[in-house]
T-cell receptor
Framework: AQSVTQLGSHVSVSEGALVLLRCNYS??????LFWYVQYPNQGLQLLLK??????LVKGINGFEAEFKKSETSFHLTKPSAHMSDAAEYFC????????????FGKGTKLTVNP | SQTIHQWPATLVQPVGSPLSLECTVE??????LYWYRQAAGRGLQLLFY??????ISSEVPQNLSASRPQDRQFILSSKKLLLSDSGFYLC?????????????FGQGTRLTVV
């Protein structure tokens, strides 16, 4: 079975500062890992994904994440926050090889201060 | 390209009334389909998933049910709504034949039970 833990339900940064959103996963088989962003009253949009291959994954809007198997982590970063980055972010995991489930973390709400 | 339609966008229903939310997918076949509920501060809770017509798996005991009458149609229902059924409902699909590389979400339905 898979599970995801997102550390920090709320993160606040200043505009231009580094964004770091933490995600740790648990999976008994090699995982697929995802980060999604949700703006108010909208569905989720994929930011980036790790399937296989390169462990540093680049996504849209300048975000990137690194898969670290030894740490079971998939933290999301962006070098310089923009006001438009304010949203809720979800980390998710599914299992390679055929699981029907995509399991999400509880989300982290990012606030960007001017 | 693949698209997912979910409706209605918002719904206000009295306690004890029935519910029917519909989700349809275009541009793919044999998708895995999911219903999630998002309550404030609780992240995304997986309610049901379906790997094929007539195949429904329930994740949590609840007042809701799901059906999949056609390959690309997934319906969430209730015979009698409870106040606790209020929330933001999201439909999602993953294209099973290509591996679990990405989930696509509808725009969500904001349900308020009064």
């Amino acid at each position: 079975a898979q599970s995801v833990t997102q550390l920090g339900s709320h993160v606040s940064v200043s505009e231009g500062a580094l964004v770091l959103l933490r995600c740790n996963y648990s999976s008994s088989v090699p995982p697929y890992l995802f980060w999604y962003v949700q703006y108010p009253n909208q569905g989720l949009q994929l930011l980036l994904k790790y399937t296989t291959g390169a462990t540093l994954v680049k996504g849209i809007n300048g975000f990137e994440a690194e898969f670290k198997k030894s740490e079971t982590s998939f933290h999301l970063t962006k070098p310089s926050a923009h006001m438009s980055d304010a949203a809720e972010y979800f980390c998710a995991v599914s299992a390679q090889g055929g699981s029907e489930k995509l399991v999400f973390g509880k989300g982290t709400k990012l606030t960007v201060n001017p | 390209s693949q698209t997912i339609h979910q409706w209605p966008a918002t719904l206000v229903q009295p306690v004890g009334s029935p519910l029917s939310l519909e989700c349809t997918v275009e541009g793919t076949s044999n998708p895995n389909l999911y219903w999630y509920r998002q309550a404030a501060g609780r992240g995304l809770q997986l309610l049901f998933y379906s790997v094929g017509i007539g195949q429904i798996s329930s994740e949590v005991p609840q007042n809701l049910s799901a059906s999949r009458p056609q390959d690309r149609q997934f319906i969430l229902s209730s015979k009698k709504l409870l106040l606790s059924d209020s929330g933001f409902y999201l439909c999602a699909w993953i294209n099973a034949p290509e591996g679990y590389t990405e989930a696509f979400f509808g725009q969500g339905t904001r349900l308020t039970v009064v």
